[in-house]
């Protein structure tokens, strides 16, 4: 297993963000990767390897052009506004809603923050764009070591990435990494790639990246989006578009699901990923499903994210792993390394 760690990481390090009507202290920080790699120290499942830069055409893949200037001047545009923005992050205040127009770059920064967000809990700092590219830069990585023949390469990628779209952020998340490292094994020869998400919060971005595709099938176990943010995608009735039809599953599950019932699902989904044919996998591994997040209400047990490794390793697909959520920060480092060496002792038995 060959592991990609973003070096860049800790460059994204938000003050605050708005969190249910009040700036609260961030909860996507650094330490949360930290632990990670500390955890690895402990337990080494694989070789820590460098990624490459990620290209800007590869990047356009995903993402709208017009979307990445934005985010990669942004910064430099905030603090040119007034220097002392440079103690201050970003945040979105003012969003074009249903009947406005989203085809007109506006002038106003402030308005440009809106326009490529849907959230005021996602903070643009002076690192953001460094540490985004850096993560995307391993989910690419860690796509095409899989491409070449690698059983399963991980992506630890921070800021996560799922919640972001072609040309929106939100939920502390600015690239898709599982949309990249998705379509980059598509643009590697995978005729067929299936993204599991796992995270506590549906995977909004991957899904309307996808939505109109048959080659790339998007799962996605989340908590119900009719109490649980992103709140406005994620409802089992969402099957995908057009050609896509068909290839778009969510199941949604209620708060306070234990591992059992949430391991009846990720059978589901799994299922789904066979008969779909995938020659690829992609796994958005977020570990706010655990019992003690501060702002998930799922019930795993750190002992359970070991049977999830081998449930993912059992399915029998070369994997990629991109990192996404998990705010118990203490524990993240256990839970993480967790599904990898239960995926690890799997895959070698």
Partial sequence: MLIYANPRHALHDG?????????VPCHETPARL????????????????DAPPVPRATLERVHAPRYLNFLANAWAEWVALDPANAEVDALPSTWPVRGFRHDVEPANFSARMGLYS???????????WA?????????????????????AAVALTRP????????????YCFLNNAALAAQSLRDGGAKRVAVVDVDYHHGNGTQSLFYGRSDVLTISIHGDPRTEYPFFLGHADER???????????????????FVAWRTALM??????????ADALVVALGVDTYEG???SRFTLGSGDYLQLGRDLAAAGLPTVFTLEGGYAVAAMGVNVVNVLEGFALASAA
């Fill in 293 to 295: 997040d501060p702002i």
């Fill in 131 to 151: 540490a985004a590219e850096a993560g995307a830069a391993c989910a690419v990585a860690a796509a095409q070591a899989v491409g070449r023949g690698q059983r």
């Fill in 34 to 49: 930290d632990h990670v790699l500390a955890e690895l120290g402990r337990r080494p499942v694989g070789e820590l390897c």
């Fill in 15 to 23: 003050r605050h963000e708005m969190f249910r009507g009040r700036l």
């Fill in 118 to 128: 849907y959230d005021a809990g996602t903070p643009l700092t002076a690192g953001t």
């Fill in 160 to 171: 996560p990435g799922h919640h972001a779209g072609a040309d929106f952020f939100g939920g």
């Fill in 268 to 277: 589901a989904a799994l299922q789904r990923v066979t008969d779909f044919g």
């Fill in 240 to 258: 995908g578009e057009g050609d896509g039809f068909g290839f778009n599953l969510n199941l949604p599950l209620p708060a306070g699901t234990g």
